[in-house]
């Protein structure tokens, strides 16, 4: 089993920063991709950004060049920096991990309970 503690959220004034962190534990074997997923009220859970074991990153179209993503694969630990933020990047952002537990070729997703981001004036 996986375990995902989030934590950065928060509350912040329309251009401001944010950054938010994500660190898996638990019996890990290896961690293929992580990233984060946001919801905002009434509408479905998207995915913001990810980044893959090889390094390679993907972000939702109106986060980039705002938002970067990084991981420290010795802390299993995923980070979101998220700058110039706008009242619509307002929602809560879940952290999501595929990873393997055993050597076995089976790959489990794991979800973060979440943490609230709030951009308003």
């Known amino acids: 089993q996986v375990q995902l503690v989030e934590s950065g959220g928060g509350w912040v004034q329309p251009g401001g920063s944010l950054r938010l962190s994500c660190a898996a534990s638990?019996?890990?074997?290896?961690?293929?991709?992580m990233g984060w997923y946001r919801q905002a009220p009434g509408k479905q859970r998207e995915l913001v950004a990810r980044?893959?074991?090889?390094?390679?990153?993907n972000y939702q179209d109106s986060v980039k060049g705002r938002f970067t993503i990084s991981r420290d694969n010795a802390k299993n630990t995923v980070y979101l920096q998220m700058n110039s933020l706008k009242p619509e990047d307002t929602g809560a952002y879940y952290c999501?991990?595929?990873?393997?537990?055993?050597?076995?070729?089976?790959?489990?997703?794991?979800w973060g309970p979440g943490t609230q981001v709030t951009v308003s004036s």
């Open positions: 980044i893959i074991s090889g390094g390679t990153t």
């Open positions: 638990g019996s890990i074997f290896r961690i293929y991709v």
């Open positions: 999501n991990v595929i990873a393997r537990v055993t050597p076995a070729p089976d790959e489990y997703v794991y």
